[in-house]
């Protein structure tokens, strides 16, 4: 399949860029995050939807004294040359200069990566986030407090006591601070798995936040579309005549030639649904600023879910010669059996295998290649990288914007071809 | 990439994406498939009936022009009739008028014959009256007189020698 060879090609060039290490002083990058906060913070239907959306049970946090002065916005300005307060930084003295080694590196894994903080920018050296709960399956059961409680460590060294449970955060995992004390580095940065150190993790994360608000954006959008069909028999206008398209576009090119007339109508809601479900959440992750900018489409764990559930429905969908073709592959000897029935397993798992990791490889990838064009300009130590880095930006910003539509579309028409061959009828033996 | 907690985010999509997939396939998907596909079969439906009428309108400017094309050729076959029958009584009242004109002239030669002799019949009993009249004076006359009857009667007798 050419569009197959073709994304691997992309992945082998994208990932040469994931390897591009360097190193630059941090506080440049304090100068964007600022003009980020007053612009969010001056823009009042953005701040209406921070509020609406996100008043479930957190507050926007700062890292030390609450700013809420105008002699302090003036510090502001003087501070663009401050240090990057760092998770661990937040006690240090902020205002004085501390070169710190940039490192591109980590500002781009921080970026793709989850966390329990949304971070919105750094304001006179502190980060200003928005806390999101974090939820904890603990040995003394089901705790839930405020990610502020952390103090944006990430180093592992601030411990929050729970409840009698003493917690530490390294590198947004949570793990028991007894037994964080007595792993190793290597240990702890592959903490991920390992489940006696920590607590069951089933935070509000900001890729759990961002899948909560597109859902819910995503819901009220098709929602008016499906009541203004009741009001309005005739052509469609406005909303329903945007998303209309869409729709049968998903119906007639996707969904009708991969699995046949008859049997499209059935699947049709749960390829519509991953069509939307993973577009927008790729263009939610493309736009920079809170509450969007998260990485959820990018993120392998998201991806393997989704994959996994176009799995489970192709399993589930399987008919008899589908099985047929598994098991008793027509026109192989039957001593060849032991060889077929795992080479064929093998094949089914491929399939959504390769959908979880082409989604996810595409959208890291397009991420860390904009991560890296912004930190050209901290790597080069100059103003004039700037608008050389910002052309290509943008330039990758709108190939981004067109990776979104086509990831989604390649999800759901894999998807689509995948459940085709489960429901596919052969007549001809 | 730092991994990190799979839990949550596998948990969380599931439970998201499962609920957002119910609620969208039954508040979303449902009416609007159906709207699209209602939609759909009206349209087709008024495809097809316009081309029904279309065809129906063809029909009927076909019948249209076939019973202007009849109606054409009636009113000429309707205009040569009327000729034909104009000629034809233009020459029937023609004879007639000459056979009657004839039959007025033969009735009035007869007429005039008898006239002629019934006047001829008169004419001659006039004469034959005036004649005798005429005879008889005369006779009359000559017999009056000894001498002309005498004359008369040699003259006779003469033209009876001649004999």
Redo the contacts between chains.
């Keep these: 399949m050419p569009v197959k060879n073709l994304n691997i090609k992309n992945y082998i060039y994208k990932f040469s860029i994931f390897n591009f290490k360097c190193t630059f002083a941090k506080n440049f990058w304090n100068l964007k995050l600022d003009t980020d906060l007053i612009m969010i913070i001056s823009n009042k239907p953005v701040q209406y939807l921070l509020v609406t959306l996100l008043a479930l049970t957190s507050s926007v946090n700062f890292a030390s004294t609450p700013v809420d002065s105008v002699s302090v916005k003036h510090e502001t300005v003087e501070s663009v040359e401050a240090s990057h307060a760092e998770a661990s930084g937040h006690e240090e003295n902020v205002g004085h200069k501390i070169e710190e080694e940039f490192n591109a590196s980590d500002l781009i894994n921080s970026h793709i990566g989850d966390s329990h903080d949304f971070h919105i920018a750094d304001w006179d050296g502190h980060p200003v986030s928005f806390s999101l709960p974090v939820i904890l399956w603990t040995k003394n059961g089901l705790e839930i407090f405020s990610s502020a409680k952390f103090h944006h460590d990430n180093t592992g060294e601030h411990i929050v006591d729970i409840n009698g449970q003493k917690l530490v955060r390294y590198k947004e995992i949570i793990f028991y601070a007894d037994k964080f004390e007595t792993m190793t580095a290597e240990e702890r940065d592959n903490g991920a798995f390992a489940f006696d150190a920590r607590p069951l993790d089933f935070s509000i994360t900001k890729n759990v936040f961002s899948m909560l608000m597109s859902a819910i954006i995503l819901f009220f959008l098709f929602f008016a579309v499906a009541r203004s069909y009741k009001k309005n028999p005739n052509a469609p206008k406005g909303l329903a005549g945007f998303l209309e398209p869409l729709v049968t576009f998903v119906r007639d090119e996707i969904a009708v030639p991969n699995i046949g007339t008859k049997k499209a109508g059935k699947y049709m809601p749960y390829l519509l649904t991953i069509f939307f479900f993973i577009w927008i959440n790729n263009l939610i992750g493309l736009i920079p600023f809170f509450p969007f900018s998260s990485n959820l489409t990018g993120n392998i764990y998201f991806t393997f879910v989704m994959a996994f559930i176009t799995f489970i429905v192709t399993t589930l969908s399987g008919n008899k010669s589908y099985w047929g073709h598994i098991f008793n592959t027509p026109g192989v000897p039957v001593w060849l059996a032991p060889i077929m029935i795992p080479v064929e397993i093998i094949g089914m798992l491929t399939k959504p295998f390769a959908l979880m990791i082409r989604l996810f490889a595409n959208i890291t990838a397009g991420h860390i290649i904009i991560l890296s064009l912004v930190s050209l300009i901290f790597i080069f130590k100059s103003i004039a990288v700037g608008p050389v880095a910002g052309a290509f930006v943008l330039f990758m910003s709108v190939l981004e914007m067109l990776v979104a539509a086509l990831q989604a579309y390649v999800f759901t028409l894999l998807s689509a071809l995948f459940i085709g061959q489960a429901v596919e009828e052969h007549d001809h033996h | 990439?730092?991994?990190?907690?799979?839990?949550?985010?596998?948990?969380?999509?599931?439970i998201?994406?499962i609920?957002?997939?119910i609620?969208?396939?039954k508040?979303?998907?449902?009416?609007?498939?159906g709207?699209?596909k209602s939609?759909e079969e009206s349209i087709n439906n008024a495809l097809a009936s316009a081309e029904a009428a279309r065809l129906e309108m063809q029909n009927l400017t076909a019948d249209n022009e076939r019973i202007l094309r009849e109606a054409r050729a009636e009113r000429d076959a309707m205009l040569k009739e009327a000729r034909e029958m104009k000629e034809q009584i233009i020459a029937d009242s023609k004879n007639e008028a000459q056979e009657q004109g004839q039959k007025l002239i033969e009735q009035a030669k007869v007429a005039i014959q008898s006239e002629k002799n019934a006047a001829m019949a008169e004419l001659k009993l006039q004469v034959s009256t005036l004649s005798l009249s005429i005879a008889e004076k005369l006779l009359k006359d000559e017999l009056s007189n000894k001498e002309s009857q005498t004359k008369l009667v040699e003259k006779m007798l003469g033209d009876v020698k001649l004999n």
């Design positions: 990439m730092q991994l990190t907690s799979p839990e949550s985010l596998i948990f969380w999509t599931t998201i994406f609920v957002f997939f609620l969208l396939a508040f979303a998907w449902k009416p609007i498939l709207a699209v939609r």
